[in-house]
């Protein structure tokens, strides 16, 4: 068993403690801003978002919806391993607008309108080494959060954003990681 498999099983046991303590945290809160779902206008520093919401208590999904790939490993040392984002949509809005940022890059690398069932989640893995900016967007309540997926979590070992989108119109994360025993990509 691989420790991808073991992180991913181990849930809101590893979530509380590694949240806190490895990752940055602000209080949780949506923007409010207007979005234009064709734009692909870039923030000028992706430093100004934060890793994650904290408040992420329990990420429970009955099932994973769909799983994508974003970026290429072509070139990439297999000591920088890729960083997933999992979006578990526990309420009953399941239209969710996903938009992926590589800033390194100053590119939208992915943008989609996702339908996810109630009580499921996307698994979105982020192969390449670069710092990216996740947004997402749920229409029906006008909820939007974007959240910085820094360079140093593409490292030999496994890690994960997790975001739940809730019945109250709230998105909370928590990031899961490990930062002992390897360096981090040189993005």
Known sequence: ??????????????????AGCLADSVSS??????????SSDIPD????????????????????????????????DDSSRPHDVEIWNEAAESEVVLRTIDFREELVVHHE??????????SVSLVEPSEYLIEMRVPATE??????????????NASVTRIGIFEDGKMRSSVLLTTAACPSAEC
């Open 1 to 18: 068993m691989n420790r991808r498999t073991i992180l991913a099983g181990a849930g809101f046991a590893f979530s509380t403690p590694f």
């Open 29 to 38: 809160g949506d923007t409010g801003a207007e979005h234009d779902p064709d």
């Open 45 to 76: 520093s992706p430093g100004d978002y934060p890793v994650n919401t904290g408040g992420l208590e329990e990420f429970d999904p009955e099932s994973t919806y769909e799983e994508i790939d974003i970026g290429s490993r072509e070139g990439v």
């Open 113 to 122: 309108t996702y339908e996810i069932p109630d009580d499921t989640s996307l």
């Open 143 to 156: 909820t939007q959060r974007m959240l910085r997926v820094p360079c140093h979590f593409f490292d030999c």
